[in-house]
């Protein structure tokens, strides 16, 4: 049976790009599922399976409905147990909660505000709307205020990438030897502002870099089949 995900997009229904989404649709070819994105723009997200959530992902599987990526990931290893785990265990679930702390705390603030007026651009007329109003509210302050403020932080950004840099020394993925839900949660962020944004956040010859090259072609490149913005 395939899996219904439902997948944040913007004027252009083939390109989406939430890092939430990603997640998941890296974990669900990383079981080995059959899944369909579902195209939903911002302003469709509330009516999503009758109002079942306030954002994405949603997943439908048969009967069943799951809202956020974690949880939809932990549905995901312990509904199909005879594909390849996404935690490898109880004490990489605990771990991978922290990726996901440390992701949303330290890397999405300034990715996602240097991007904000990219994410605008793509969106169509009604949802570029709701976004500004939305986003200008939770900021307080202009989306090209918010930008501007950008200016300059890109290296600070880089330089907290350091535990992940340090880290790939030793290993290929924060997984092992292997990608685990702990890459993806990562990645997605990664992948997020590759498919909305032309701006260069990572060298080319950072082992940051390098690492979310081998997750681009992780599952058979899932994440390419969508190109990074020009």
């Given at each position: 049976m395939t899996i219904l995900l439902y997948?944040?997009?913007?004027?252009?229904?083939?390109?989406?790009?939430?890092?939430?989404?990603?997640?998941?649709?890296?974990?669900?070819?990383h079981k080995g599922l059959e899944v369909e994105s579902?195209?939903?723009?911002?302003?469709?997200?509330?009516?999503?399976?009758?109002?079942?959530?306030?954002?994405?992902?949603?997943?439908?599987?048969?009967e069943k409905l799951v809202a956020d990526s974690f949880d939809i990931a932990v549905y995901l290893d312990e509904t199909y147990p005879?594909?390849?785990?996404?935690?490898?265990?109880?004490?990489g679930r605990a771990s991978a909660r922290f990726i996901e702390r440390?992701?949303?705390?330290?890397?999405?603030?300034?990715?996602?505000?240097?991007?904000?007026?990219?994410?605008?651009?793509?969106?169509?007329?009604?949802d570029q709307v709701h976004f500004r109003t939305t986003?200008?509210?939770?900021?307080?302050?202009?989306?090209?205020?918010?930008?501007?403020?950008?200016?300059g932080g890109l290296a600070a950004w880089r330089a907290s990438l350091e535990p992940l840099r340090s880290m790939l020394a030793y290993q290929p993925f924060i997984g092992g030897e292997q990608p685990l839900f702990h890459d993806y949660i990562v990645a997605g962020a990664f992948q997020w502002v590759r498919i909305v944004s032309p701006v260069q956040f990572l060298?080319?010859?950072?082992?940051?870099?390098?690492?979310?090259?081998?997750?681009?072609?992780?599952?058979?490149?899932?994440?390419?089949?969508?190109?990074?913005?020009?």
């Open positions: 997948d944040l997009v913007g004027a252009d229904a083939s390109r989406p790009f939430s890092p939430h989404c990603w997640k998941v649709a890296q974990a669900v070819a579902v195209p939903t723009p911002f302003t469709k997200v509330k009516s999503v399976e009758s109002g079942f959530a306030n954002t994405v992902p949603v997943i439908r599987d048969g005879d594909g390849p785990s996404l935690f490898g265990g109880q004490g440390w992701t949303q705390m330290t890397l999405h603030p300034f990715m996602g505000a240097r991007v904000l007026l990219d994410i605008y651009d793509r969106l169509a007329p009604v986003r200008e509210s939770r900021f307080g302050k202009t989306l090209e205020d918010v930008v501007a403020g950008t200016e060298d080319p010859a950072d082992a940051v870099a390098g690492w979310f090259e081998r997750c681009l072609d992780a599952n058979g490149g899932v994440m390419r089949r969508v190109a990074a913005a020009a």
